[in-house]
C-alpha cells in the first residue's frame, strides 16, 4: 500500500509510461521496416484495420454476438454456480451430497471437453455457451461456497440471539458476508469466460471477434488478427473495471476496498 | 432527546445444576437477584461463570433446579459480549436497528435508535460504518443495540475485557450512567476484581462451579478506587480467589 505515491498527475500517469513506449517501439521498428507488416503490422495498421471493420459494420456486428455469448454463458453458468454454492453453503447434507462429485469434476478442464461437446451440440451456439457455462460455473461456485463457509459464526450467534428468523439471517448476515468472497469468484469467472469463448471461436463459429480472427488469418491479413487480440484485451480491461465498480459500490464497508 | 427509564426484573435461581454430558459446571447455585440490581460475577477462566450468565439470560437450559427470570417470558433479557459482534456491512444506525427485531422500522424505530445512540455517547454517528469506529466506540454501539429494545435485564460477558486499560475506564463511567438512566437488571461477568467492585451492587464469585463468596458493595457512587473501602472489598474477593498463593495476588 504505497499510499503517499497516490498523489499528482505523475504517479497517475505511471502504469501508462510502459505501455505507451512499447506502443512507440512497435510503431518505430515497424516504420523502419524492422518488423515485416506479414508478422507483426503496424500499430497505425491496426487502426485503419478497425476503422475499416467499423465502417463496414462487422466490428460491431461480431462484438455484439461475442459479447451476448459471453454474458448469456456467465448468467447460465453463474446463476447455477451461485445457487449451489448458496446451498451447500447453508447446508451441510446437500454439501455431503454434491460437493466431492462437483470437486471431482472441477479437476477436468473444461477445455478437455471441446471434442465431446462437438460432438454433442455440434457446433452451433449451444456448444459455446455450454463451454463458456461450464468455464465460470467452478470460480463462482467455490467463492461462494467459500463464503458463506466462513461468515463469522459469532454474527450468526447474535442475529439468531436477536431473533433474526433464517430469510433475515440470510440477507442481512450471511449474504452480506460472503460477498466478497463472491466478487473474488466473479473476477476469476470473467477471466475464464474470455479464454473460453475466444477458444470456442476460433475453432468453430462463423461469427464473433474469434471468428474474425481465424477468418483473416487465412488471407494473411495479420492487421485484423492484431485487432482481434486488441479487443480481447480492452473487453477483458472492461470486465474487470466493471467488477472493480460494483465491489467499491457494494463493499464500500470493507477498509480494503472503499478506496483502490 | 434522552431514553426513557425501562426499569428491571427480577432472576432468581434455586438449586440450579448445568452440566454438558457428564460435565457438571454449576452446581447447587441459589440466588436472588432484585430488580434493577447491578450483580459483578468473578472466577478464574473456566469457573462456570459464563456459563452462569449465559443460563440467566436464556441461551441455554438449565439440567436441574428452577430458574426464575420473567425477562426471558417477555424477551426483554439482551446480552453483550466481549467482542462487539457488529454487522461490518450496515451502518452505526442499522446496527442498533438490529436490536429491534423484526418488522420494527418506520419513525418511532427510528427515533428510539437515536435516543438510545445520544445515551451511549455516539449522537452524529449514525452514518458510519463499524470499520470507521475506535473499539470502545464500537462497544458503544453493541450496547446501544442491545438496550434499544429498552431490556428490564441485561447481561454483560465480559464487555470490556477486550480495551485498553484507559478506554476501559471511561466505559465503566459510560455503563454506570446508563445503568443508572435505564434502571436495567445487570449481570457482569468480569476478570476485573476492581472492576467487579467499582461497578457492582453486589459482587459475586464463582469458582468450581459454585458461589463461594456473595459479597454486598455499600460504597457510593461513583466509587473512588484507592479508598480503604475499595481496597478492603478487593482485597477480599482476592484472599478468596487466590487463598494463601501470595505469588498469585501479586501478579493479579
Not at chain 1, 204 to 226: K, P, Y
Amino acid at each position: 500500500m504505497a499510499a503517499t505515491a497516490s498523489e499528482g498527475p505523475l504517479s497517475r500517469a505511471l502504469p501508462w509510461l510502459v505501455p505507451l513506449a512499447l506502443i512507440i517501439l512497435w510503431q518505430v521498428s515497424s516504420s523502419l521496416g524492422w518488423l515485416p507488416p506479414n508478422i507483426l503490422p503496424a500499430p497505425t495498421a491496426v487502426l485503419q484495420a478497425a476503422w475499416l471493420k467499423l465502417q463496414d459494420g462487422s466490428l460491431v456486428d461480431n462484438l455484439g454476438v461475442s459479447f451476448a455469448r459471453a454474458m448469456s454463458g456467465l448468467i447460465i453458468g453463474g446463476a447455477i454456480g451461485f445457487s449451489l454454492g448458496l446451498l451447500n453453503g447453508l447446508s451441510k447434507r446437500a454439501e455431503m451430497l454434491l460437493d466431492p462429485t462437483l470437486q471431482m469434476i472441477r479437476n477436468i478442464p473444461h477445455l478437455a471437453l471441446i471434442p465431446l461437446v462437438i460432438i454433442w451440440f455440434g457446433i452451433g451456439e449451444s456448444a459455446r455457451l455450454f463451454l463458456v457455462a461450464l468455464g465460470v460455473f467452478f470460480p463462482i461456485y467455490l467463492n461462494t461456497l467459500h463464503g458463506v463457509r466462513n461468515v463469522d459464526p459469532q454474527l450468526i450467534e447474535m442475529g439468531r440471539i436477536y431473533g433474526m428468523n433464517n430469510r433475515t439471517l440470510f440477507l442481512k448476515v450471511i449474504l452480506p458476508g460472503a460477498l466478497p468472497s463472491i466478487f473474488v469468484g466473479l473476477r476469476f469467472a470473467l477471466g475464464v469466460m474470455w479464454l473460453t469463448l475466444i477458444v470456442a471461436e476460433t475453432i468453430a463459429a462463423n461469427s464473433g471477434i474469434g471468428h474474425m480472427a481465424m477468418a483473416a488469418r487465412e488471407f494473411m491479413q495479420t492487421d485484423i488478427v492484431v485487432l482481434s487480440i486488441v479487443i480481447y484485451a480492452i473487453l477483458g480491461k472492461l470486465a474487470d473495471s466493471a467488477t472493480r465498480a460494483l465491489e467499491r459500490k457494494f463493499l464500500a464497508w470493507n477498509p480494503a476496498y472503499a478506496k483502490v | 432527546m434522552s431514553s426513557q427509564p425501562t426499569g428491571g426484573s427480577r432472576v432468581s435461581l434455586k438449586d440450579v445444576k448445568k452440566a454438558f454430558g457428564d460435565n457438571v459446571v454449576l452446581q447447587g447455585i441459589d440466588l436472588e437477584i432484585p430488580a434493577g440490581q447491578f450483580l459483578s460475577i468473578v472466577g478464574k477462566s473456566g469457573c462456570g461463570k459464563s456459563t452462569l450468565l449465559r443460563l440467566m439470560i436464556g441461551l441455554d437450559s438449565v439440567t436441574a433446579g428452577v430458574l426464575d427470570a420473567p425477562a426471558l417470558k417477555e424477551q426483554a433479557a439482551r446480552i453483550v459480549f466481549q467482542e462487539p459482534r457488529l454487522l461490518p456491512w450496515a451502518s452505526v444506525k442499522d446496527n442498533v436497528a438490529v436490536g429491534l427485531g423484526e418488522g420494527q422500522s418506520g419513525q418511532a424505530a427510528d427515533q428510539q435508535a437515536a435516543a438510545i445512540l445520544d445515551e451511549v455517547g455516539l449522537k452524529g454517528r449514525e452514518g458510519l460504518w463499524p470499520s470507521q469506529l475506535s473499539g470502545g466506540m464500537r462497544q458503544r454501539v453493541a450496547l446501544a443495540r442491545a438496550l434499544v429494545s429498552q431490556p428490564t435485564l441485561l447481561a454483560l460477558d465480559e464487555p470490556l475485557g477486550a480495551l485498553d486499560a484507559l478506554t476501559r475506564i471511561d466505559m465503566q463511567a459510560l455503563l454506570e450512567g446508563v445503568w443508572q438512566d435505564l434502571g436495567f437488571t445487570a449481570l457482569m461477568v468480569t476478570h476485573d476484581v476492581g472492576e467487579a467492585v467499582a461497578l457492582g451492587d453486589r459482587v459475586i464469585l464463582i469458582d468450581h462451579g459454585q458461589v463461594v463468596l456473595d459479597l454486598a458493595v455499600d460504597l457510593p457512587r461513583p466509587r473512588k478506587r484507592g479508598t480503604p473501602e475499595f481496597a478492603a472489598l478487593e482485597g477480599q474477593i482476592l484472599d478468596k480467589l487466590f487463598g494463601d498463593d501470595p505469588r498469585a495476588r501479586e501478579a493479579h
